[in-house]
């Protein structure tokens, strides 16, 4: 049976507006000690949002860390303990400008468990108004709308590999197929 590590101590190296860099220090089930790398971050939302024709709305946008120009269900983190309903919206409109008449939970993905203990909260949004975009002074994004199969073969195809939009996509599909 496996058994739980204990942590002994967390030290605090750097925190930032997103994400906070530790090193923990735990004693493992066989007693040996060990140090773990660990970033805490205070959660963020994806939004999948599909318009009355059933198109899903997706965002373009460059990523630094990557180096690369992305395409992404609408997504951002919480501002401090901001209920994930409330993120979800308003990311929706900031980034895609639409506004839902109906939204509910979808699913919860854990993106990088090996050493970060973000949660993003996906949230299924219809009904949907146009509205306007309200960016980020750093945010450049671009408003695209597919059909679900071709982002799928996307996926497939390696040209979207961002694990939330994988996941969510990927979930979307086997639901709708359900249906």
Known sequence: MIKKSEK???TVLRKSNILTYCVDTV????????????MLHNGGVAVLAVTKEQKIVMVRQYRHAFDRITLEVPAGKRDGDEEFLTAA????EEEAGYR????????TINTAIAYCDEVIEVFLATDLVKTEQHLDSDEFVEVEEYDLDELVDRVFKCEIKDSKTVAVLMA???????K
Not at 89 to 92: C, G, N, S, V, Y
Not at 100 to 105: D, L, N, Q, R, V
Not at 172 to 178: E, F, G, I, M, T
Request: glycine share 6%.
């Open 172 to 178: 979307y599909k086997v639901y709708r197929d359900k």
């Open 27 to 38: 004693k493992l089930p066989d007693g040996n000690i060990a140090e773990y790398d660990v």
């Open 100 to 107: 839902c008449g109906k939204i509910e939970h979808f699913m």
């Open 89 to 92: 919206k308003r990311e929706l």
């Open 8 to 10: 002994l101590k967390r």
